[in-house]
């Protein structure tokens, strides 16, 4: 399950529309690992007023993996961080996320690129 549902908050979706920012609370405590990363990220991308920010460091362990993956996965939880965070979401693998000022469509096209992920690729990586 990717995430920790409350009672209240499913009796709101059964009733109709949720907001933004109750969904992304239900994303940060369901999982914590992945918000630490891409809050970590938009905040060091904000301070530093580069196009972007990414990160290199793989998760602890397997649990911290699942999280980014699941959360990276999700064009709703994707969506929903993106909308919170003022960026733009993109990932290579297992944890190379990165966050991009929503105007750095080169860098972003280049992130993406088939070129970047077959840089990107070492054999420790094979099975993230």
């Not at 530093?48 to 999280?67: C, I, K, M, T, W």
């Not at 699941?70 to 693998?93: I, K, P, T």
Request: net charge negative; charged share 25%.
């Amino acid at each position: 399950m990717s995430l920790t549902v409350s009672n209240d908050l499913l009796d709101r979706a059964r009733e109709g529309e949720v907001d933004d920012a109750a969904f992304v609370a239900c994303v940060r405590d369901s999982l914590p690992y992945a918000w630490s990363v891409i809050s970590g990220l938009a905040e060091q991308r904000a301070a530093s007023g580069s196009e972007f920010a990414d990160n290199l460091v793989p998760p602890p362990d397997e649990p911290a993996r699942g999280q980014l993956l699941r959360c990276l996965a999700s064009d709703s939880m994707r969506g929903a961080l993106e909308r919170h965070f003022g960026v733009r979401l993109a990932f290579q693998n297992c944890h190379r996320v990165a966050v991009f000022h929503p105007a750095a469509t080169e860098a972003l096209a280049e992130f993406t690129s088939p070129r970047a992920q077959i840089l990107n690729q070492k054999p420790e990586l094979v099975d993230c």
